[in-house]
């Protein structure tokens, strides 16, 4: 399997060396040069399978001779060992035809433990097999940074350097990152923005000098790796819900576009997904790209689903490959467009995009009266985020004979100002979480600025 740029001009590259370098050196991202299929009698086969099994049939391919079988298989199965439930992501169904799909019963309670718990595990095996080391850097709007600390705290070939917005994540977030006390493991609180922070972190692949030849590693979902072990749980909920023999669609609270975009590869990898519903919530530049064709920054707003305060959305980026026929030059015009001025997609694309994409935009009245209704209609405490996924799936469902599945990214129990604000219970953390609330915390400030982190990292790695 090899792996190629969305801006066309860096050299191809295999699983391992994709999942070390995280940006391409051309500035884009890194996709599959062409998908492997997953025919109908391959999902008929994962009928009644664990996750962990479907989890090696599906991400076996993309790996390729990086790893022998067994290895591959061993880590994974340690990866969701770490879930605090059986079937790792549980559905549930919450009407005649609507689910959702909890993605949060992993140590950090948000999705992002399904891809970090393996990515941690991967990078470890390789830097070992290579005896070498390596500098993370991850951006965090809340839920990367506790789920990158706890998937790669343990590997001593590792330095975890973890920018969050400074004010702008809740409590528990902060207080998930903030109080590990590790010699590898450095939280940043940034004075700016997430998007702020990611910048930092992208403009640190391009000028890697300052680490004198140590390797930078990306934990975002700048990683095609996050993006593979995403792509499981799409596969996983369509063949609980009758894939091959029956259509699913997919709503999804979305961002930095990592998530959704794990469900079109899965898609365009032969899962049966009729439609794919973008949530955001007032930081709306997806469904404004997707609904008017605007592709323009504004002004990044702080809201109750904190954890998608971004603007700059990285994996939109690989959509648009595809949606540009794997036109790296078109994707590069695009976005150096974009980044000085409004842009506009090109006819053809974005048609190829509403072909399967729609999206809807919760603001924070919108959040707080799914969360009550919810509550309301079902019992079901919704977090913040997840309830701008529900509302996007109710106004976007365009099949209703399809079930559709929401994907439910958080534990409400992270954003308990927002469940209080909607008139509920304030939700019970779970007891392995209560003895950091009164824990020290440990985090440097800097201003946002590339250079004042940079130098920071330099005097900190080991
Ligand atoms: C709880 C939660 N929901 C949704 C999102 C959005 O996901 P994505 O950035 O993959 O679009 C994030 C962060 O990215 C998140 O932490
Ligand atoms: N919402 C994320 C932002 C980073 O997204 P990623 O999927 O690219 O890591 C967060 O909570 O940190």
Same mark, same amino acid.
Request: proline letters at 5%.
């Given at each position: ?12 590259l ?5 999942l ?14 062409t ?21 090696y %049939?599906?991400?076996?391919?993309f790996?390729?001779?990086? &790893? ?15 879930? #605090?439930?059986d ?10 035809? #609507?689910f959702?799909l909890? $993605?949060? #019963?992993?140590?950090?309670?948000a ?10 595990? $991967?990078l470890?095996?390789f830097?070992?097999q ?21 998937g790669c705290?343990a590997?001593?070939?590792l330095?975890?350097?973890i920018?969050?917005?400074?004010? %702008?994540v809740s409590?528990?977030?902060? %207080? ?16 700016g ?12 692949f ?10 930078? &590693?990306?934990?975002?979902s ?8 995403q ?13 091959p ?6 709503t ?22 009729r439609?794919l ?16 064709n ?24 690989? $959509? ?24 506009? $997609?090109a ?5 190829r995009?509403r ?8 603001s ?11 509550f ?19 106004k976007?469902?365009?099949?209703p004979?399809?079930?559709?599945v ?15 604000k909607a ?11 209560v003895?950091m609330?009164?824990a ?19 005097? #900190? %790695?080991?």
């Open positions: 399997m090899r792996y190629i740029s969305t801006r066309g001009q860096a050299p191809a295999g699983f391992e060396d994709v070390l370098a995280g940006l391409a050196s051309d500035g884009g991202l890194y996709v599959p040069e998908l492997p299929k997953i025919t109908p009698d391959d999902l008929r086969a994962m009928a009644g399978c664990s996750y962990v099994e479907i989890a %049939r599906v991400m076996r391919p790996v390729g001779d990086a &790893i022998d079988d067994a290895t591959f298989r061993r880590l994974i199965e340690e990866s969701y060992a770490s879930f #605090h439930h079937a790792v992501v549980p559905l549930k169904q919450l009407n005649s035809n #609507h959702l909890e $993605l949060f #019963h992993g140590p950090t309670l999705f992002k433990d399904v891809a970090l718990q393996l990515l941690g595990r $991967l470890d095996h830097l070992k290579r005896d070498e080391k390596g500098v993370i850097m991850g951006a965090t709007s809340g839920d990367t940074g506790s789920a990158a600390i706890e705290r590997c001593e070939n330095d975890i350097f920018l969050h917005p400074k004010g %702008r409590e528990i977030q902060r %207080r998930q990152m903030t109080t590990v006390k590790a010699d590898n493991v450095h939280n940043i609180a940034i004075e923005n997430f998007d702020d922070a990611q910048a930092i972190v992208k403009g640190s391009a000028d890697q000098a300052f680490l004198h030849g140590t390797r930078l &590693i990306a934990v975002n700048i990683n095609w790796a996050r993006i593979m072990a792509t499981v749980y799409y596969v996983a909920a369509a063949v609980a819900l009758g894939a023999d029956r259509e699913v669609s997919f999804v609270p979305s961002a930095n576009f990592g998530n959704i975009f794990a469900g079109y590869i899965a898609r365009e990898m032969g899962v049966p997904i439609q519903v973008i949530a955001t919530n007032a930081n709306d530049i997806l469904h404004r790209t997707l609904a008017s605007d592709f323009s920054r504004k002004e990044l707003l702080a809201t109750l689903a904190p954890s998608m305060d971004i603007v700059v959305s990285s994996n939109f980026e690989r $959509l648009l490959f595809f949606a540009y026929g794997c036109d790296g030059a078109a994707v590069r015009e695009l976005l150096e467009r974009f980044q000085k001025a409004p842009a506009a $997609l006819d053809a694309p974005l048609a995009m072909e399967l994409f729609s999206s809807a935009t919760a924070d009245d919108t959040i707080l009266n799914v969360i009550r209704e919810m309301d209609r079902t019992g079901e405490v919704l977090d913040p985020h997840t309830a701008t996924g529900v509302y996007a799936a109710e976007c469902n365009q099949h004979d399809v079930p559709m929401t994907l439910a990214t958080a534990h409400p129990a992270k954003f308990s100002d927002a469940i209080v008139g509920l219970a304030e939700p019970v953390l779970p007891l392995h979480f003895e609330l009164a020290d915390e440990y985090y440097d400030v800097l201003p946002a600025e590339q250079s004042a982190v940079q130098a920071f990292v330099e005097s #900190h %790695r080991h």
